[in-house]
């Protein structure tokens, strides 16, 4: 964090003094009452809880925003005390204040599923030239958009944030706070149904990726291919908006897209030119991720044949597609970070391009997001015709949520020999121990949640004998 003595907060939170007289120098900044705390703290009183200075008597430089200041008991003089109208508007002035302090380029990523991928794309872009922070593996939720704000200090050069969606209204607090001037947005599918009335309003909060956006200076990069998009966002008031997809029309457009060794590979079509690129990660979603972060960072002043210089050395996310050798020889494509209809989906077709001859089977698990309204059953059931569609050979279905993905599966005609249900790990270790050799891909999408149980981290071991990770 950039060091700020208190003064200077106060004036920009338009807060007064009422207990302390001197100016400490902030270096931290929370939003929780904490018994234990570092020096030089400036903690915003967002839950009005009762906070008891006696804790913090033996720390240096404390101060306290609040509009309760009746909760405020045994101040010591190391306290200083601020009081506000409004805590919770006192809290966004700081924010708004603080992200002001740093003229630097911040890139913004959301989109259903493709976030972590393309994050992690374009700061390993960046990190060759720029001193870049950026959110850390998929851990996104509001209640760390603070700490990531406050890792700018001055040595940095540049940010980029992936900013999810679970409820309305939750993106656009992700705006607020980091104010990216390049946003891209992946693409839009269904997903946090639990914590959304309908499909329909998932899919339009994340058309508050423009909330903030300046319409002259802001660059807006969008999945020209994406159908939900088009319709969701309106694109006339900004000057800069740039696609990315397959359509010729697209600003940056793929061509001859074919699958490599543990990569993608396509040709890149861009103003008249074209690049040859290499992708790590296997499957088309790579393809589009790997388009968006060589756009983005594009408009940082990254030469594109450097960008996909840089992009061949990607490493691939852990339990995001992510192939391995499994027991007898077998493929296993570890996809079990999390699930949603849109990563269930492009992992089937990613089980067909692969596996082709071979015998493919697929592990699908309940999807913790959807909750279990009747739009949830929906999305499961069309994720048993996906797995029709796709030609799946053997399908395991694991868990109660999770079984309308079969029962639409053998509605549609599967064989229902080769559709089982599930609940416990090595109830599937039982019905597929015999079919497990080097002619079988497997694909594992039952979600984190469940893979930490351990009767599941049984079976992984079971079928990644050599895998240490």
Not at 70 to 85: A, F, K, P, S
Not at 231 to 258: L, W
Not at 333 to 358: C, F, H, R, Y
Request: charged share 25%; with cysteine.
């Amino acid at each position: 964090m950039k060091h700020l003595p208190l003064n200077e907060i106060v004036q920009q939170i338009q807060g007064r003094i009422v207990w302390g007289s001197n100016n400490p120098i902030i270096k931290h900044v929370i939003k929780w009452t904490n018994k234990e705390i570092k020096d030089h703290t400036l903690l915003f009183h967002l839950r009005k809880d009762q906070i008891n200075g006696k804790y913090w008597r033996d720390n240096e430089e404390i101060a306290v925003v609040t509009e309760s200041p009746e909760q405020c008991q045994e101040l010591g003089n190391n306290i200083v005390l601020v009081v506000v109208d409004d805590v919770q508007e006192a809290y966004y002035r700081f924010i708004d204040y603080y992200r002001s302090l740093f003229d630097i380029p911040i890139i913004g990523v959301t989109g259903t599923c493709g976030k972590t991928t393309t994050k992690e794309m374009i700061a390993t872009i960046l990190e060759a030239e720029f001193e870049t922070e950026s959110t850390w593996m998929s851990m996104n939720s509001m209640s760390v958009n603070l700490r990531y704000l406050l890792r700018l200090d001055d040595e940095t050069e540049a940010a980029v944030y992936e900013m999810p969606v679970a409820y309305p209204g939750y993106l656009r607090i992700a705006c607020r706070y980091f104010k990216p001037q390049i946003r891209i947005l992946l693409n839009i599918g269904i997903h946090h149904l639990a914590d959304s009335e309908t499909p329909e309003a998932y899919m339009k909060a994340k058309g508050e990726i423009v909330d903030g956006l300046d319409p002259v200076k802001g660059i807006l990069i969008l999945n020209q291919d994406d159908e939900n998009i088009e319709k969701i966002i309106d694109v006339t008031p900004f000057q800069n908006v740039v696609y990315f997809g397959k359509k010729e029309s697209a600003h940056f457009h793929a061509t001859e897209i074919r699958y490599a060794k543990q990569g993608m590979e396509f040709t890149l079509c861009h103003e008249n030119s074209s690049y040859e690129v290499f992708v790590p990660g296997l499957g088309e979603h790579n393809v589009y991720n790997a388009m968006a972060a060589i756009a983005a960072t594009s408009f940082v002043g990254i030469d594109i044949e450097k960008a996909i210089s840089r992009l061949a050395q990607f490493e691939q996310i852990e339990e995001h597609l992510e192939f391995k050798k499994g027991v007898n020889g077998c493929t296993v494509i570890d996809d079990t970070w999390n699930s949603a209809p849109l990563s269930m989906e492009t992992g089937l077709q990613v089980l067909k391009d692969v596996s082709k001859q071979l015998t493919s089977i697929a592990f699908l698990g309940y999807m913790p997001q959807l909750g279990d309204s009747h739009y949830a059953v929906e999305q499961y059931q069309k994720i048993g015709e996906k797995a029709v569609e796709t030609g799946v050979d053997w399908l395991i279905v694991v868990g109660d949520e999770a079984k309308p993905i079969g029962h639409r599966a053998l509605e549609l005609g599967m064989d229902k020999n080769k559709v089982y249900f599930c609940e416990e790990g090595m109830d599937i270790y039982e019905i597929i121990k015999d079919q497990l050799n080097e002619e079988t891909v497997l694909l594992l999408k039952i979600t984190h949640r469940v893979m930490v149980r351990s009767d599941f981290i049984k079976l992984k071991n079971w079928l990644l004998p050599i895998d240490k990770n």
